[in-house]
């Protein structure tokens, strides 16, 4: 407030004083705010091989590292390429957030979140992410993996799953031949992406985005393929969309050309309508 002589003064509401504050619910608060930041911190668990190896000052060796987010991506890798018995689990991450809140059970948690690594090449892990993680969790989930694994080296490939809605197109017939692969590299990526770039506006999110800026940071060759899809949930075709991005790592990674329909039946889950105005 001004007075006519041009003093401003400063003005308090009667309603409350600033003596009013209540230390012990300011306690509280703090107190429920940490373990709320505990229970959302990131886990991860691994075998007890690798962890005596991370005790010891070491990391692991990898030069391939394969990381699948998204349930098509995930069951892509489950049905071309962890069918073989070349693979050994190494460990898993557990995340704790608003959605997975709701997921009860050790086995729903490391089926969401497991590292693999090829037994006859232990340089070549591979990642199935399927659980949600949340805007304050990602940058911690990208820390503590990669703060595991050896940056000599080292190229990421990423598959990633997108609703073609999300898609961003002057030409609406293109969204029409979902789904198809758009893909984005870091600058030291050397290689020659098997698709176009995502055009802008459009935009990586979630955990690709947060794996493709640590990469850069760290000047990790990476490369992100993401598939758009026009169906909701596990679907065939999608899946298949993936093939060409693995086509360049042969050498380190086999894909099953006739994979077993029992194993892809079981992967793909038909989505039932929950109500129908003509039925």
Same mark, same amino acid.
């Given at each position: 407030?001004?007075?006519?002589?041009?003093?401003?003064l400063?003005?308090?509401?009667?309603?409350?004083?600033?003596?009013?504050?209540?230390?012990?619910?300011?306690?509280?608060?703090?107190?429920?705010?940490?373990?709320?930041?505990?229970?959302?911190?990131?886990?991860?668990?691994?075998?007890?091989?690798?962890?005596?190896?991370?005790?010891?000052?070491?990391?692991?060796?990898?030069?391939?590292?394969?990381?699948?987010?998204?349930?098509?991506?995930?069951?892509?890798?489950?049905?071309?390429? *962890?069918?073989?018995? =070349?693979?050994? @689990?190494?460990?898993? &991450?557990? %995340?704790? !957030?608003e959605?997975?809140?709701?997921?009860?059970?050790?086995s729903?948690?490391?089926?969401?979140?497991?590292?693999?690594?090829?037994?006859?090449?232990?340089?070549?892990?591979?990642?199935?992410?399927?659980?949600?993680?949340?805007?304050?969790?990602?940058?911690?989930?990208?820390?503590?993996?990669?703060?595991?694994?050896?940056?000599?080296?080292l190229?990421?490939?990423?598959?990633?799953?997108?609703?073609?809605?999300?898609?961003?197109?002057?030409?609406?017939?293109?969204?029409?031949?979902?789904?198809?692969?758009r893909?984005?590299?870091?600058?030291?990526?050397?290689?020659?992406?098997?698709?176009?770039? *995502?055009?802008?506006? =459009?935009?990586? @999110?979630?955990?690709? &985005?947060? %794996?493709? !800026?640590?990469?850069?940071?760290?000047?990790?060759?990476?490369?992100?393929?993401?598939?758009?899809?026009?169906?909701?949930?596990?679907d065939s075709?999608?899946?298949?969309?993936?093939?060409?991005?693995?086509t360049?790592?042969?050498?380190?990674?086999?894909?099953?050309?006739s994979?077993?329909?029992?194993?892809?039946r079981?992967?793909?889950?038909?989505?039932?309508?929950?109500?129908?105005?003509?039925?």
């Amino acid at each position: 407030m001004a007075t006519f002589f041009g003093e401003v003064l400063s003005v308090y509401s009667r309603a409350v004083e600033e003596d009013d504050e209540d230390p012990e619910q300011d306690e509280e608060d703090e107190q429920i705010r940490r373990e709320l930041e505990e229970k959302r911190e990131v886990h991860l668990r691994w075998s007890p091989e690798v962890s005596e190896l991370l005790k010891s000052g070491n990391k692991l060796p990898c030069r391939e590292f394969i990381l699948a987010v998204g349930h098509n991506a995930a069951k892509f890798l489950s049905v071309y390429v *962890l069918t073989s018995a =070349n693979w050994d @689990t190494l460990g898993h &991450a557990s %995340v704790w !957030n608003e959605r997975s809140r709701a997921v009860t059970g050790q086995s729903s948690e490391e089926s969401a979140c497991v590292f693999y690594r090829h037994k006859e090449n232990p340089t070549v892990m591979i990642c199935q992410v399927t659980c949600y993680v949340a805007e304050d969790q990602l940058f911690q989930w990208t820390e503590k993996v990669f703060d595991c694994l050896q940056h000599r080296e080292l190229s990421v490939t990423v598959l990633s799953d997108s609703s073609v809605a999300d898609y961003k197109t002057a030409d609406y017939l293109c969204t029409s031949s979902a789904p198809f692969l758009r893909s984005l590299h870091t600058g030291t990526f050397s290689g020659q992406p098997v698709c176009q770039s *995502l055009e802008q506006p =459009n935009i990586i @999110t979630g955990l690709p &985005a947060a %794996v493709l !800026n640590h990469c850069q940071v760290q000047r990790i060759a990476t490369v992100v393929y993401q598939c758009y899809s026009d169906v909701i949930g596990p679907d065939s075709v999608s899946m298949e969309t993936f093939k060409p991005a693995l086509t360049k790592l042969a050498k380190s990674i086999q894909l099953n050309s006739s994979p077993n329909t029992d194993i892809l039946r079981k992967m793909v889950k038909t989505t039932d309508i929950q109500s129908n105005l003509y039925i």
